[in-house]
């Protein structure tokens, strides 16, 4: 069957069940005028063997009837059923006082519970409205009804009322708070989603921006004098941008791309990647001495997480050390990573408005890992991060081996009052490390 073919049935039961119902509200002035009269025959309907009076049968079809709108207009419903259920308390009379006791019990019971359904699907104040009005109504018909006594029929109704009610709003203000968790929980996702999308397209810009702005002033600069430097610099040109055109077009792909539909094939880039950013950082005049201790498989995760800090803190050693060398080290664990970056340049305060340090530090704690970035105190800058190979048990602690950017390993200076500066920290007059 086809969406159309579905969408016509669909639409045909629905109102199909529409002109059910009305009818059957539609015939309910019928019910209210038979119902004095079936008070005292002795009809009834037999049904799979059970014999149903009729005296019975009508007064339950005016509280069922009105109860099938309850799923799309609950008021109406619980409006229509309140006035069955007193027309018939007043109107019938005939029969023994056991039974008028039954139908005022079994009617205001079915109305009791409308108004749980009420109180459900409705605000606190318009259900505690209705509440209001259907206890009142039930206390006053109590006196008129001759089959209960008023004042303990009037305790029992309001008892009745106010557990209805109670249960009501008891689902109503659940199925509000699973909402506003889950509402709570996509506004996170989408901030997450967020954030790891402007870390990526900053790590990939900011590098590689960094790196042509170099390039470009080189080549203005010696294009007269010197061809064959211009040239070269042109090439570094052209090759940073392909790479950032590939990676931009992969993150772009990556937000088009809808629900359900495959993965992107493109790989990332990560640990095999470090030596053409080296080349690309030594391209911008900038010496790298690559350090490599182990070799392990890591997750892509953390291989993606290590190739986009050793990029952000070359780009910083770039643009703000004023330095022609620097040191990467990248120490594969058992169970972690650990990359280290260290130049011996001017070391600088933290910028506050920077994305790049606090970026790095987002992506290492998503992936529960530990971040410490700051200028060191024998000059320059270090950054060092932890990632995990799997999921940590326990909360940051320091590395094994590695110094906390924020204390000197030789005086043991606390990182508030000396030494290093944590993210946030400042040494005034110096550069700006974002």
């Known amino acids: 069957m086809d969406v159309t073919a579905r969408i016509r049935l669909r639409t045909a039961l629905w109102a199909m069940r529409a002109v059910l119902v009305w009818a059957g509200v539609a015939i309910l002035p019928l019910l209210w005028v038979m119902a004095p009269s079936a008070a005292t025959t002795g009809n009834g309907i037999g049904v799979l063997g059970w014999w149903l009076p009729e005296r019975y049968l009508v007064p339950l079809l005016i509280v069922a009837l009105p109860a099938a709108l309850l799923r799309r207009r609950p008021l109406t419903g619980l409006g229509l059923m309140l006035v069955g259920a007193t027309v018939t308390s007043v109107t019938v009379h005939g029969g023994d006082q056991g039974y008028l006791g039954q139908l005022f019990t079994v009617q205001f019971l079915a109305v009791d519970a409308a108004l749980g359904v009420v109180a459900a699907n409705r605000s606190r104040r ?51 708070h699973a909402i506003a968790l889950r509402a709570h929980a996509a506004a996170e996702a989408v901030t997450a989603e967020r954030l790891r999308i402007a870390r990526e397209l900053h790590d990939v810009v900011a590098h590689s921006i960094g790196v042509i702005a170099i390039q470009a002033g080189v080549g203005a600069r010696v294009i007269d004098t010197q061809p ?33 539909e495959s993965a992107p094939l493109d790989p990332t880039p990560g640990l095999a990647d470090l030596d053409r950013l080296v080349m690309a950082t030594a391209a ?18 953390v291989d993606l997480a290590v190739f986009r800090i050793v990029q952000e803190s070359l780009t910083n050693v770039v643009r703000h050390a004023e330095v022609d060398a620097c040191r990467v080290s990248v120490r ?20 506050v408005a920077g994305h790049g340090l606090i970026g790095m530090q987002e992506r290492v704690r998503a992936l529960g890992g530990q971040f410490h970035a700051g200028p060191r105190p024998e000059g320059g800058f270090r950054v060092t991060a932890r990632l995990p190979l799997s999921v940590p048990t326990g909360a940051d602690q320091p590395m094994d081996g590695d110094q906390p950017i924020g204390g000197d390993r030789r005086t043991g200076g606390d990182r508030r ?8 920290g400042e040494l005034p007059g110096a550069a700006v490390r974002r």
């Open 284 to 301: 911008a005049g900038v010496r790298v001495e690559l350090r490599r201790h182990g070799a392990r498989p890591v997750p892509p995760e």
């Open 417 to 424: 009052t000396g030494g290093d500066q944590p993210i946030g």
């Open 332 to 351: 594969c664990g058992p169970d972690s990573v650990v990359v280290e970056i260290v130049d011996e340049g001017r070391g600088g305060r933290i910028s």
């Open 126 to 176: 318009v259900s505690g409205l209705a509440a209001v009005v259907v206890l009142g109504t039930q206390i006053l018909v109590a006196f008129v009804n001759s089959g209960v006594e008023p004042v303990d029929q009037a305790l029992l109704s309001g008892l009745a009322v106010a557990t209805a009610w109670t249960l009501g709003n008891s689902v109503r203000s659940r199925r509000e």
């Open 228 to 260: 064959v430097q211009a040239r070269a610099a042109l090439r570094t040109i052209e090759a940073t941008s392909r790479d950032t055109l590939a990676e931009l077009r992969r993150t772009l792909g990556a937000l088009r791309r809808g629900v359900g």
